[in-house]
C-alpha cells in the first residue's frame, strides 16, 4: 500500500517509515496543538479575573467555531477516499467553471512563480502524505478508476484539498476581522469616557440648584444641530444629512450627552449618577460574542457563492458591494435615528423647562427592532471576511495571474472597498450602533452585573418556595401572590427591560460598581 506523492512518485506506508521520521511530526502537531489549546486557556483566565464576562464568552464562541472546523477537516479527510472515487459522466464537468477549459489549457502551460511554489499546498499536502505514509489515492490513481468506467471523478483529491484550505482561511480571517473591528472601536468609544466623567462633575455641581430656565425648544442646541424643519423636503434633508455625517464626527459630545440623559430618564431616573459609558461599553462586549461567530445562513450563504462564481459573471466582484451598500445604510439609519428624536421633541414641544430629553422608543428602527441592526453588522462584516479571505486564499494557492483571480479592474476595486469597510465599521459604525441603539424602547440585562443578577434570581426563587409553602394557611397564600408578583415583576425586568421609576436595584448597582 502506497501514497500518492508529487509527479505520481510511490512512497512507504507507516509501516515502512523510519519511527524517528512519525516521532518528529507527531511531536511538532501536537505541541503546537497545545501552544494554540494553552493560550486561548490562559486568556480565558486572565478574562475571568477581569470580570468580562462577555469576551469570555466571545472567547468560547471561538473555540466553538475552532472545534467546528476540526470537525470539518477530520470529516473531508475520512471521506475522501470515498468522494474521490465519486465517477460522472465528463460532459457534467464542462458546465458552471470558475475558469473556462480554454484559460485551463492555458494555465497548465504556465510555469509557477516561485512564491506560488514555496505556498504550494500540493506540495505541502505531498510531504505531509509521504511522511506520513497516508494511503490516499493520488490523482492517476484516481482517474484510473473513474477511467475504467468512462467516467471522470465528482472532486479530485487536489481539489478537495484547496476546498478544505478555504474554509479554514475564511474562518480565521472573519475572526481576525471581528476581533479588529471590536478593538478598534473599543478605543474610539473608550475616548468618550472624559465625556461621561465631565458629565458627573457637572451634575454633582449642579444637583443642588437644578435648572428651571424655560427655554424655547428651537434654542436648544440638540434641536439646532438636527433640526431639518417640517415637510417632505425636510425628511430629504435628513436622509442626506445623515448619510454623510456617518464619514465625519460621527458622534459628537452633543450627541452623546442628550442620548445618555434621554435613557437615564427612562430607565433609571431615581439614579443620577448612572455610569452609562460603563454600560454601553458592557452591551458592546455583550454583542460581539454573536457577531464573533459564523452562524448557518452564513454558511448557506457561503455555497450559494460557490455555486454562482461562474466564469464571465464576475460575482466575486459584484458581491463586494453587498455589505458596502449595506454598512452605508446601516450607517444612515443609526445618524437618523438621532435626527428622528431631535425632530419628536420639536414637534411635541414649543418651549421646555430645565434640560431637553429625548424619548427612545423602537419606533424608530426598523421593523421596530433595534436587534436588526446587530445582524446586518454581522452580515457586513462576514461578507467582508469572505471577499478578503477568497482574495488571498487564491493568490496563494493558484497565483495573482491564474483565470479564478480574475482581470486586475476588478482585484483593485475589491481590495479598496474591503478596507473602506472594516476602517468605516471600526471607527464610526461600531461607535454609532453601541449609542444609538441604546434608544430603544428597552434596555439590556448587562445594565445589572453577575453579582445583581444573581441576587435578584436567588431573591425570586426564595420568594417563590416561600410562598408555595403551606397552600392551607392564609399567610401563606399572600406569601405566594407575593412570591408570584416577584417572578413577574423579574421577568417583566430581565425580558423587556423596564424597571419602575421607583426601583433602586440599578442605582445600588452602579455606585458599587
Known sequence: MSGGGEGGEEGPDLQFTPTWVVALVCTVIVAVSFAVERSLHYVGKFLKKKNQKALFQALQKIKEELMLLGFISLFLTVTQNRITKICVPENWTHHMLPCSLDEKDEESKKSTSHFQTFFSSNDVFGTTRRLLGDDHPSTEETL??????????????????????????????????????????????????????????????????????VTHVHQHAFIKDHFTGFGKDSAIMGWV???????????????YVTLRLGFIMTHCKANPKFNFHKYMNRALEDDFKKVVGISWYLWVYVVLFLLLNINGWHTYFWIAFIPLILLLAVGTKLEHVIIQLAHEVAEKHTAIQGELVVQPSDDHFWFHRPR???????????????????????????????????RIRYIIPRLIIGVFIQLLCSYSTLPLYALVTQMGTHFKSVIFDEQVQARLVGWAQKAKKKGLRGDNNQSNQESAHHGSSVNIQLGSIFRRGSVPENNTIVSRDEESG
Not at 457586513?380 to 471576511?385: D, E, G, V
Open 241 to 255: 444629512r445623515s448619510f454623510f455625517k456617518q464619514f465625519y464626527g460621527s458622534v459628537t459630545k452633543l450627541d
Open 144 to 213: 484510473g478508476y473513474c477511467a475504467a468506467k468512462g467516467k471522470v471523478p465528482l472532486l479530485s483529491v487536489e481539489a478537495l484539498h484547496h476546498l478544505h484550505i478555504f474554509i479554514f482561511v475564511l474562518a480565521v480571517v472573519h475572526v481576525t476581522s471581528c476581533v479588529l473591528t471590536i478593538v478598534f472601536g473599543g478605543l474610539n468609544i473608550r475616548r468618550w469616557k472624559h465625556w461621561e466623567d465631565s458629565i458627573t462633575d457637572e451634575n454633582h455641581e449642579t444637583q443642588h440648584a437644578p435648572d428651571r430656565t
Open 372 to 406: 436588526i441592526v446587530l445582524f446586518l453588522i454581522h452580515l457586513i462584516l462576514f461578507q467582508n471576511s469572505f471577499e478578503i479571505a477568497f482574495f488571498f486564499w487564491i493568490l496563494v494557492t493558484y497565483g495573482f495571474d491564474s483565470c479564478i483571480m480574475g
